[in-house]
């Protein structure tokens, strides 16, 4: 009947027999409540660690890539210019051909000038 009258007027006993304000049901609730809570912030705090991680990796693989593809960029303007420059000394080579017939006709008319 006290612990009634206590429980009315708001004062409980816990299970050690000690005078709360509080009831024990939801001070248990209560400390449950809090445990969920550090566990949840705990959690948060493991994902935002593997999200950085993640993070971390998908920048030093964009810089991987990145540096391969300046890589890939310049070795193909390098073999363009070689194209290049197999072209101009395509012509040359052309050129340098052309040049020595008209020699070589020059010679053949000269000599057969001189055998008639």
């Given at each position: 009947m ?24 939801v001070?248990q ?88």
């Open positions: 006290a612990r009634d009258s206590l429980s009315e007027a708001g004062l409980h006993f816990d299970e050690l027999n000690k005078l709360r304000v509080l009831d024990p049901e001070s609730q209560t400390t449950e409540l809090k445990e969920e809570c550090k566990d949840f912030v705990d959690k948060i705090g493991q994902f935002q660690n593997i999200v950085g991680g993640l993070i971390d990796l998908v920048d030093q693989l964009a810089k991987e890539t990145e540096n391969e593809k300046m890589k890939a960029i310049g070795a193909r303007n390098l073999l363009r210019s070689i194209a290049k420059q197999r072209e101009a000394q395509q012509q040359q080579l052309y050129a340098l051909i052309a040049e020595k017939k008209m020699q070589l006709e020059r010679y053949v008319n000269k000599f057969t000038k001189y055998t008639l």
